[in-house]
């Protein structure tokens, strides 16, 4: 199994660690979690406080919404089985929202670790609010962070995954701010070929050669 230094921090491209974990549903062999299906895997501070009950039950509100984009949740905080059972069931008692996705017991802080969620400048014992999406391939396509005071946003998690899992079908890349139904950006030309054919095309909505646009058939 890799392991790299308590300093390492993955980035996107790399291949994501592998690690076997107790969760609050079983023991979990990440490279078998991730096999045929997108993660997103999230730490948070710590249970049973505020913001990470706000973000965590919305990621479970959502759970269909990341199931039809064949994509699994994989929570994570320095704390114990006990503590995670006990505030998912608090959080169920109280608001009625069933957090049953996994969520790792990092008692050791080896993922933590492995995954560069300790920010010593923010807390030496409290994994910051980080998100990783990992592709069926097991490659880390992108990362957020942010602080433990500031709670995440989810409608920018869920755009972030639909264009990623859009550009790679349709060999394209995104605009800025660019949502599901709105026209994506074709590549470039290379050659001067290229660069002559795409002047030339009038299919595309174009600023000019190097900057086109295209409508997507999407499924």
Aim: aromatic share 10%.
């Amino acid at each position: 199994m890799e392991t790299q230094s308590i300093g390492y921090m993955p980035r996107i491209g790399d291949k994501a660690p592998d690690f076997k974990v107790k969760t609050t549903t079983g023991d979990l062999q990440f490279s078998d979690y991730n096999k045929d299906s997108w993660v997103i895997m999230f730490s948070h501070p710590a249970d049973f406080t505020p913001v990470c009950t706000t973000e965590m039950s919305a990621f479970a509100k959502d759970k269909e919404f990341y199931a039809q984009h064949n994509t699994k949740l994989l929570g994570l905080s320095i704390d114990s089985i006990h503590s995670h059972l006990a505030w998912v069931n608090n959080v169920r008692e109280k608001t009625g929202v069933y957090m049953d996705f996994p969520i790792i017991a990092d008692l050791d802080m080896k993922v933590a670790h492995l995954y560069g969620m300790l920010h010593p400048g923010e807390s030496e014992t409290a994994a910051v609010r980080a998100v990783f999406f990992i592709d069926p391939k097991g490659t880390i396509r992108l990362i957020m962070y942010y602080p433990l005071n500031v709670g995440r946003n989810m409608a920018e998690v869920q755009r972030a995954l639909v264009a990623l899992q859009t550009s790679d079908q349709h060999k394209c890349a995104m605009p800025v701010d660019w949502k599901p139904g709105e026209k994506a950006i074709v590549p470039p030309p290379k050659t001067l070929v290229e660069m002559d054919e795409r002047i030339a095309d009038t299919t595309y909505e174009k600023v000019d050669f190097y900057l086109a646009k295209k409508d997507l058939v999407l499924n």
